[in-house]
Nanobody, 114 residues
Framework: QAHLVQSGGGLVQPGGSLRLSCVVR????SIWPMEWYRQAPGKERE???????????NYADDVRGRFTISRDFTKNTLYLQMNNLKPADTAGYYC????????WGQGTQVTVTS
């Protein structure tokens, strides 16, 4: 049973939007920070968004203003809303629970192309 299960990736044209979901088994963490990472082939892993246990969010410079991290405690789900997508956003996206067990989602591919 995976602890984090992702969905919502796919193909989108530049300027389009996608929302990624990360369902947490049991209940979404209110103790550990929740994060979204991405990694494209040949590039280093990049943390694009983080939400603290207290609900404070922060973003990488290249996505700030376009991406929004949020969580829904009633659905035990972490979200990443991605707007005005660019080809440079193409990557595998992974949710991450930054706690002692370092849980990762299985990954979801986002491809931005015309």
């Amino acid at each position: 049973q995976a602890h984090l299960v992702q969905s919502g990736g796919g193909l989108v044209q530049p300027g389009g939007s996608l929302r990624l979901s990360c369902v947490v088994r049991g209940s979404i963490s209110s103790i550990w920070p929740m994060e979204w990472y991405r990694q494209a082939p040949g590039k280093e892993r990049e943390r694009v968004a983080v939400m603290s246990a207290g609900g404070i969010s922060n973003y990488a410079d290249d996505v700030r203003g376009r991406f929004t991290i949020s969580r829904d405690f009633t659905k035990n789900t972490l979200y990443l809303q991605m707007n005005n997508l660019k080809p440079a956003d193409t990557a595998g996206y992974y949710c991450h629970e930054n706690g002692p067990d370092e849980y990762w989602g299985q990954g979801t591919q986002v491809t931005v192309t015309s």
